[in-house]
Nanobody, 118 residues
Framework: QVQLAESGGGLVQAGGSLRLSCAVSGRTSSFYTMGWFRQAPGKERELVAR????????YYSNSVRGRSTISRDSAKNTVYLQMDSLKPEDTAVYYC???????????WGQGTQVTVSS
């Protein structure tokens, strides 16, 4: 059974940085993409970054492009999201997710809270 566990969230001042981690347990050989999503209060969940598990190709949303870097360590079965120049509008619960195809995400973590103070 696949399980995802996020860590690394917290409270940070605007302009600061955080690195989120997503530890994956279980079979990863069938993974296609890993994604980081976020959901702020009263807003819909949005994809902020994703990375293909095998090739490492990346995608970033306009909201974080240039300020964030997604990476993965296949040996450790861990995906990271480095976030720099954080803004108050980055405040949200961040979730990692894994997909086995291009048609959606199959596994989700519990989420980690990121709060950016102004």
């Amino acid at each position: 059974q696949v399980q995802l566990a996020e860590s690394g969230g917290g409270l940070v001042q605007a302009g600061g940085s955080l690195r989120l981690s997503c530890a994956v347990s279980g079979r990863t050989s069938s993974f296609y993409t890993m994604g980081w999503f976020r959901q702020a209060p009263g807003k819909e969940r949005e994809l902020v970054a994703r990375i293909t598990w095998t090739r490492g190709s990346t995608y970033y949303s306009n909201s974080v492009r240039g300020r964030s870097t997604i990476s993965r360590d296949s040996a450790k079965n861990t995906v990271y999201l480095q976030m720099d120049s954080l803004k108050p509008e980055d405040t949200a619960v961040y979730y990692c997710a894994a997909s086995r195809s291009e048609y959606g995400y199959d596994f989700w973590g519990q989420g980690t809270q990121v709060t950016v103070s102004s």
